[in-house]
């Protein structure tokens, strides 16, 4: 059964830090690309950031310098690391597992917000 589980997301000040953690279960994750999405309220999904299986990464304009994506294969694992949070970066974050071949998945989401 394919898996993907959100953990990390919480209630944090402007200026704070949060780590997110997406355990992934049920298929190769060490094959799969994986991305962070974001949907705030009344607004599209947006992708955040994004991590290829060889490790290349990239991010949204509006969190360059402030998030980090790494992944952890031996664990099954993608993280975003968020510091200088701001009010707008309040949103359900979902974590996504994605192969050109074999499609794609996504978690629950977690839910961050940020306050001013």
């Known amino acids: 059964q394919v898996q993907l589980v959100e953990s990390g997301g919480g209630l944090v000040q402007a200026g704070g830090s949060l780590r997110l953690s997406c355990a992934a279960s049920g298929f190769t994750f060490s094959t799969y690309g994986a991305s962070w999405y974001r949907q705030a309220p009344g607004k599209q999904r947006e992708l955040v950031a994004a991590i290829t299986s060889g490790g290349k990464t990239n991010y949204a304009d509006s969190v360059k310098g402030r998030f980090t994506i790494s992944r952890e294969n031996a664990k099954n694992t993608v993280y975003l690391q968020m510091t200088s949070l701001k009010p707008e970066d309040t949103a359900v974050y979902y974590c996504?597992?994605?192969?050109?071949?074999?499609?794609?998945?996504w978690g629950q989401g977690t839910q961050v917000t940020v306050s001013s």
């Open positions: 996504n597992a994605n192969s050109p071949a074999r499609g794609y998945f």
